[in-house]
């Protein structure tokens, strides 16, 4: 039987979430530091990938929070260190879309 969507969602790598502080940076310099994070994360030799999916900036609050797909938390790290983006902590984390969690263990009910 052919793997469908559904089963490749599960077979994914797990998502880590990358909490920086940030005062005084504009936003233009965060699309930079986004650049550089991308970039980093496709020049990478690390065993397994590592992908920069997206961000979020709170400009007001001088914080961004940055979502990445990887093997661990430490290819996280070093690809971060490699863009030069400073960074507060790592930690792995599920995301819920509309449709429902993509989680990759147990029930997620309540």
Do not use: I
């Not at 990887?70 to 449709?99: I, L, Y």
């Amino acid at each position: 039987m052919p793997v469908g969507f559904e089963q490749l969602m599960w077979l994914r790598m797990p998502l880590y979430l990358v909490d920086r502080n940030l005062p005084g940076v504009s936003r233009d310099q965060f699309r930079a530091a986004q650049r550089a994070m991308a970039a980093a994360a496709r020049a990478s030799n690390l065993p397994g990938a590592v992908h920069y999916l997206r961000g979020v900036f709170v400009p007001s609050q001088g914080r961004a929070f940055c979502l990445f797909e990887a093997p661990d938390a430490d290819s996280v790290r070093a690809v971060n260190a490699e863009a030069g983006v400073r960074f507060s902590c790592v930690v792995e984390a599920v995301e819920f879309a509309v449709d429902g969690p993509r989680a990759h263990e147990g029930d997620l009910t309540m």
